[in-house]
């Protein structure tokens, strides 16, 4: 350490944030985080920078690696034993708590009173992982947050992509970097995606959501939500009188008070529900959007801060929690290769148990100027009671899981398309026979309304027993591998958010005359190989 600054009364002007500076009238520029992660690297040995990958508009993307003693690589943090934590502000450069508050924290822990939080962790952070975006700034771009601050960047990328859809097709040049220079490369066990919210009038500083695993292992879920957000909530609400509570939205339309809320959706094209099939942890974090600036920072903080405390303590478990869960989905694939199933396509289902009191804003009922009854939010919050939480996933469609997978030389772009996402591809080097499945498809629909530049795919067909012989040089993915979920997921023909989703193979079925003909699909399913 070069100078501690947690025994001085007062900061540097240059570690002050833009918003603290600007009576939270203004968020900072890219410009600025970066003169303050350089400001920080003058005063601290601890801090290793480097870059996720550059954007369109060719700003260099950091990210910033904290560590006692100081890291370099990837291997030096294996090394330690030690568990990484990544933090990732400003997916969406309108949402600007995350990206304000890292700053903060690294601050925090390198010069301030949370130095102890390096003890056990190694903690990486993405304060401004949308450069393009953020500095489009313009008035009125977030309605709900009322111009706190005033001024704030656009959502989508400069390709025009939301990086949070952008998980399984990785188009954007961030997902690329953040899926090879991240994910992959630094190996986090604990993903935490700072947003805020849009709409709903909850009554809640910060809501939550885990890696939903439902094609995944059940393990890094539970522990999540069953230990990991109980002890937040009450620390958050002791050390920073913030109450915070799980993610949904409700509507009034369907009458007052709510008797369910409803989560977002399953799928991993959202970077925190990749996660879970990667065998790791992952946490939304939305900001309560109609709260001041200064209000959104705080809670933000809190629960990030939190969080950190609460992986100080229980790293070396969640190290071995998602490394039984990566060891018992590779058991799986080779003891039910054949046999079992696992969902591919999953519809929304209520939990369990309700949440005993929601927290939200009163609405009242009036007649509306058609005279009909309406409902219109007071100031007050209350508690409702029993309020069901549809945020479980169970499998409308599932089909059998394989050994492995088989794909001609031809699908090339598939392979390094799944190689990116970091899944083992292996190339043959003498030709197999194969016993499986191949998928009959016998349409493909594409939707009519464009989403994230794609019309997405649903292909319908079934599978027939086959036997297929493979040559020199095509592609082979053994399922016994710790990506063996997120590979299941990406190659299922008829999975709601794999490759053919996303318009992967559209060419392909075209050519071989999909709309009049049966086509068999070209990733092979195998159980036994020879």
């Excluded at 100078?3 to 001085?8: E, F, G, R, S």
């Excluded at 002050?16 to 968020?27: A, M, S």
């Excluded at 490394?323 to 290769?337: F, G, L, R």
């Excluded at 318009?503 to 079925?509: K, W």
């Amino acid at each position: 350490m070069l100078q501690n600054w947690a025994q001085q009364n007062t900061w540097p002007n240059e570690l002050i944030t833009i918003p603290v500076k600007t009576n939270y009238q203004k968020t900072s520029t890219y410009a600025e985080v970066m003169a303050y992660i350089e400001a920080l690297q003058k005063r601290s040995d601890l801090l290793h920078l480097e870059y996720m990958a550059t954007s369109k508009e060719g700003n260099k993307i950091p990210l910033v690696v904290l560590a006692n003693p100081k890291v370099t690589t990837p291997k030096a943090a294996a090394d330690s034993g030690k568990p990484v934590v990544y933090i990732q502000g400003n997916i969406h450069a309108g949402e600007v708590e995350g990206k304000e508050i890292v700053q903060q924290l690294m601050r925090d822990i390198l010069l301030g009173d949370k130095q102890h939080l390096l003890d056990n962790q190694i903690v990486v952070f993405a304060p401004i992982y949308n450069t393009d975006s953020n500095d489009k700034m313009k008035q009125g771009r977030r309605p709900s947050q009322e111009d706190s601050p005033v001024e704030v960047g656009i959502r989508a990328n400069s390709q025009g992509l939301d990086l949070n859809r952008d998980g399984i097709k990785m188009e954007a040049f961030e997902t690329i970097g953040l899926m090879q220079n991240v994910l992959n490369k630094w190996n986090p066990e604990l993903l935490v995606d700072l947003h805020t919210t849009n709409g709903t009038w909850h009554g809640y500083g910060i809501t939550y959501a885990p890696s939903y695993h439902y094609a995944g292992e059940k393990a890094p879920y539970d522990f999540t939500w069953d230990v990991l957000f109980p002890e937040v909530t009450k620390n958050i609400a002791r050390n920073y009188k913030v109450a915070i509570g799980p993610y949904g939205y409700y509507s009034t339309k369907q009458g007052w008070p709510p008797t369910q809320i409803y989560t977002y959706n399953h799928h991993p094209r959202y970077l925190v529900n990749q996660m879970g099939l990667r065998n790791k942890m992952g946490i939304l974090s939305e900001s309560f959007a109609h709260d001041r600036f200064y209000e959104r920072m705080n809670g933000t903080y809190g629960f990030v801060a939190e969080i950190l405390e609460f992986t100080h303590k229980n790293g070396k478990k969640i190290m071995e929690i998602n490394e039984k869960a990566a060891e018992d989905a590779m058991t799986n694939v080779i003891e039910n290769a054949g046999k079992a199933t696992k969902g591919v396509r999953f519809k929304m289902v209520a939990l369990d148990k309700k949440i005993a009191n929601y927290r939200t804003y009163d609405y009242i009922p009036y007649i509306n100027s058609k005279g009909k009854k309406s409902h219109i939010r007071s100031g007050k919050i209350i508690d409702v009671k029993n309020v069901s939480n549809l945020s479980k996933f169970e499998a409308s469609l599932s089909t059998t899981l394989p050994r492995g997978y088989l794909l001609p030389k031809s699908m090339k772009p598939i392979a390094d398309h799944l190689m990116k996402l970091g899944i083992q591809v292996s190339t043959l080097q003498e030709s197999k026979t194969a016993t499986g499945a191949v998928f009959m498809a016998t349409s493909l629909t594409r939707a009519k309304r464009r989403f994230e530049g794609h019309h997405m795919t649903t292909l319908q067909g079934a599978y027939t027993p086959a036997t297929r012989t493979f040559s020199k040089g095509d592609y082979w993915i053994d399922m016994a591998q710790p990506l063996t979920n997120l590979a299941f997921y990406a190659l299922e023909p008829q999975s709601d958010d794999g490759l053919t989703t996303w318009n992967f193979f559209d060419n392909y079925l075209h050519e071989q005359g999909i709309e009049k003909q049966t086509v068999a699909y070209p990733v092979f399913k195998y159980y036994t190989i020879k």
